[in-house]
Nanobody, 120 residues
Framework: VQLAESGGGLVQAGGSLRLSCAAS????????MGWCRQAPGKQRDLVAH???????NYADSAKGRFTISRDNAKNTVYLQMNSLKPEDTAVYYC???????????????WGQGTQVTVSS
């Protein structure tokens, strides 16, 4: 099972970016999916979380600006980021709690990270 992210880049303050993360491999089901971010010298923090039932949660810093969504048919989670600020600059990581085929357990998987840089 792998998670592949895309969509990061350089954007001016006030701009928008859309991140994508697709899960692939022998997957029976996916439970939660979400995004975290890590700025240089700081810990990795939750940005947005989505359960398989459609419940979403956001960090206070993301509320009103970021939207998480999922395409369950494509095993993909998105993060639409609007009104970006320089303090949003970080490496963004997607994660997913996945039940692989032929396994009774669930595991947490992480993407490789994608850089988002917001210039002032």
């Amino acid at each position: 099972v792998q998670l592949a992210e895309s969509g990061g880049g350089l954007v001016q303050a006030g701009g928008s970016l859309r991140l994508s993360c697709a899960a692939s491999g022998s997957i029976s089901s996916i439970n939660a999916m979400g995004w975290c971010r890590q700025a240089p010298g700081k810990q990795r923090d939750l940005v947005a979380h989505s359960t398989s039932g459609g419940t979403t949660n956001y960090a206070d810093s993301a509320k009103g600006r970021f939207t998480i969504s999922r395409d369950n048919a494509k095993n993909t989670v998105y993060l639409q980021m609007n009104s970006l600020k320089p303090e949003d600059t970080a490496v963004y990581y997607c994660y997913a709690r996945i039940h692989p085929d032929r396994d009774i357990r669930e595991y947490d998987y992480w993407g490789q990270g994608t850089q988002v840089t917001v210039s002032s």
